[in-house]
T-cell receptor, first 112, second 113 residues
């Protein structure tokens, strides 16, 4: 079956610290992988994506690389800002199930 | 483009009442879905549709009905509300193709007393 396992939170970092949020998946076929971000009181919005092995998605200083050998899609940012405080969701889409599968979300708080 | 719109934004119901949460998209997406978001549970899929006239159950379908008579609209009906249905509900849509992301609505916060 298809599933996403995401690093438990909450995560609290100081401004300019390095961020890693771990995400691993199980999937049949060749899924697409996504990171979404949810700011307080809002819906989810796409942060970045990768559609095949070894692809790197990047946006707003965040990066994640699709690693088929370790079935992982870890989110990284070199220097976080207070404005990055949000909940981050890892997700996959598999066309063998016609569904998107989401992790449980990781809450990030960045303190000045 | 308005994207994905949801109404209402907030709703309070009494146990046993019924209501419909509205969702519409103007991007001609084939795929539409409903999720509920509860603390510590992430997003759980309620129902989804791959096109007009086609719906299917997700992980937590009990107590909810859907229909898809047009490409644009995908309403979610609560048949007899229960306190366990207190949650934030999100509608999302996408093209049904590998690599295409889902677009989310702003959510409906529902409280059942």
């Amino acid at each position: 079956g298809n599933s996403v396992t995401q690093m438990e939170g909450p995560v609290t970092l100081s401004e300019e610290a390095f961020l890693t949020i771990n995400c691993t998946y199980t999937a049949t076929g060749y899924p697409s992988l996504f990171w979404y971000v949810q700011y307080p009181g809002e819906g989810l919005q796409l942060l970045l994506k990768a559609t095949k092995a070894d692809d790197k998605g990047s946006n707003k200083g965040f990066e994640a690389t699709y690693r088929k050998e370790t079935t992982s899609f870890h989110l990284e940012k070199g220097s976080v800002q207070v404005s990055d405080s949000a909940v981050y969701f890892c997700a996959l889409y598999s066309n063998t199930g016609n569904q998107f599968y989401f992790g449980t979300g990781t809450s990030l708080t960045v303190i000045p | 483009n308005a994207g994905v719109t949801q109404t209402p934004k907030f709703q309070v119901l009494k146990t046993g009442q019924s209501m419909t949460l509205q969702c519409a998209q103007d991007m001609n997406h084939e795929y539409m879905s409903w999720y509920r978001q509860d603390p510590g549970m992430g997003l759980r899929l309620i129902h989804y549709s791959v096109g007009a006239g086609i719906t299917d159950q997700g992980e937590v379908p009990n107590g909810y009905n859907v229909s898809r008579s047009t490409t644009e609209d995908f309403p979610l009906r609560l048949l007899s509300a229960a306190p366990s249905q207190t949650s934030v509900y999100f509608c999302a849509s996408s093209y049904l193709r590998q690599g295409n992301e889902q677009f989310f609505g702003p959510g409906t916060r529902l409280t059942v007393l």
